[in-house]
């Protein structure tokens, strides 16, 4: 019998403090979009490129979305990266933050963006955080059976980005006012969203575990 065990939803979502400690507060100005990206970069598994690339495009065909954009990413950024990265007008780079911190500032986002890897094994770690945070989210896909896709379902909440050759096939990018403006829908995606995040919780997956080891001593 095989078994397979879901990703781990760690650590489980305490509240964030009242107020978020000044120096994690995110600047924002009325009519700015904020969206980030909380993960790693890897060499041929994933990369900034499409993303980049898609910014450019965004820059040329969308001026008046673009000059509202703000992109904040929270990663340790290779140096191959890095010149692409820190000269992109409109990117903070933030290094690798606490998970306090990281969390301080995905509350403060308006959409999340989510890079797949090139294989179709391989589901990033950081899927079930994105799931639980309720924000809507970017996703750019680069194969055809991709582990995200199939592990997001018909959660609502994402708008996927096909990815060939480092550029964005078919669909341009989300319907920006509607997807990252505010609105009371947001709180039932919030709800929704969180309600399936438990299925990940550290009691599931544990709960799992135990099973498995109970049945192999028997």
Not at 39 to 57: C, Q, V
Not at 109 to 129: C, E, F, W
Not at 164 to 176: A, Y
Request: hydrophobic share 40%.
């Amino acid at each position: 019998m095989m078994v397979i065990v879901p990703p781990l939803h760690d650590p489980p979502e305490p509240e964030l403090p009242p107020a978020i400690p000044q120096e994690w507060c995110v600047e924002k100005r009325p009519g700015e979009i904020h969206i980030g990206y909380f993960g790693a970069f890897l060499p041929r598994i994933r990369t900034p490129r499409a993303f980049l690339n898609w910014l450019d495009r965004l820059r040329e065909l969308q001026p008046a979305i673009f000059c509202r954009l703000r992109v904040h990413i929270v990663s340790e950024i290779l140096p191959e990266f890095l010149p692409e990265l820190g000269n992109h007008p409109g990117i903070t780079l933030y290094g690798l933050c606490t998970r306090e911190h990281t969390r301080a500032l995905m509350a403060q986002m308006d959409a999340l963006v989510h890079i797949g890897n090139r294989t179709d094994y391989q589901l990033p770690s950081k899927a079930v955080d994105y799931l639980a945070s309720g924000l809507p989210v970017i996703h750019f896909s680069y194969v055809k059976n991709d582990p995200f896709i199939r592990f997001w379902g018909d959660m609502p909440g994402i708008s996927s980005l096909r990815v060939q050759e480092e550029q964005i096939v078919g669909q341009e990018g989300p319907d920006w006012e509607g997807f990252v403006s505010p609105g009371t829908w947001k709180e039932d995606l919030k709800k929704v969203r969180r309600a399936a995040a438990k299925v990940y919780s550290v009691e599931t997956i544990g709960g799992i575990l135990l099973g498995l080891l109970q049945q192999k001593t028997k």
